[in-house]
Every structure is written in C-alpha cells, then in structure tokens.
C-alpha cells in the first residue's frame, strides 16, 4: 500500500461541472452555421493550410468532456487534509487561466498556493526555474519534516 503524503500541481487546469457552452466561442457567423447546415470550417491558427470541420457533435463531446473529466480526487482531496497540495500557476498563463489556481485554493483542504507575477503557461521557459524548484523543495521539506 503506497500512500501518497504530497503533489505538486504545474499550471494545471482546474475544470469544474458547468453548463458550458462550447459555440460562445465562436462568433455570430459560425453559431448560424452550426444550427442551419450542422457544422462549420474553421482555418487552422497554425498558419498553415488546414481547414477544420467542427460538427455539432463534436461540440457536444468537448461539453461532455468539460463535465466528465473533472478530477475525481478533488472530491477525496477536498475532505482529506493528510496530502499536501502546492500548486504553482503563473499569472500570465494564456492556456490555463490563474483562477483555476486560485480555485484549487479555495476548494483542496491542504493546499498551497504559489503565482508567479510574470510567468506564463510554460513559466517563460527556464526563467523561473530557480523560483519553482525553490517552492518545490520548499513544500517538499515541509511536508516530509513534519513527519
């Protein structure tokens, strides 16, 4: 039996049950399509020549997706304080929004929080990496000192 006393958390993505509706993404053009014709194109963002054909179905599989993929140990962690959590999240992110981290704050029982200012997704590369490892080792020495 392995029992796990901490987790780091990097920049992780904190997804919640919620009527979520994946056309708000889109704009007016693309919401009409999808409801006369039963999809729409959109052009790759990778600037290359690809056309994507979005359906109504996959639109209703990335809103099962949002719904079913929420962390079923949140529950378990949300009750039991015994594993420490440290989330380190920048707060610049452009893929995962800092208030994902601050709702696992709210949420996770024992739980640490730390934002880098000026950081984004991938923590600017390496220039925060003596940040990060500082916390890790950090959280880390707490958790296994203190046993």
Not at 7 to 22: E, K, Q, S
Not at 38 to 50: A, I, T, V
Request: aromatic share 10%; charged share 30%; net charge negative.
């Amino acid at each position: 039996d392995i029992t796990c006393k901490c987790f780091v958390n990097l920049a992780g993505r904190y997804r919640v049950p919620m009527i979520h509706d994946p056309l708000s993404k889109f704009g007016e053009e693309q919401r009409a399509e999808i409801l006369e014709k039963g999809f729409f194109e959109l052009k790759s963002p990778w600037d290359d020549e690809r056309i994507f054909k979005v359906t109504k179905e996959d639109l209703d599989a990335y809103k099962f997706e949002r719904v079913a993929d929420t962390p079923r140990v949140l529950v378990h962690l949300r009750k039991d304080s015994s594993v420490r959590i440290l989330t380190i999240h920048g707060r610049e992110d452009e893929v995962v929004p800092v208030q994902d981290a601050f709702r696992f704050d709210e949420e996770i029982a024992n739980h640490s929080l730390h934002v880098i200012n000026k950081a984004n997704h991938n923590f600017n590369g390496i220039k925060y990496l003596d940040e990060m490892v500082l916390e890790i080792v950090t959280f880390y020495n707490s958790v296994y000192n203190n046993t």
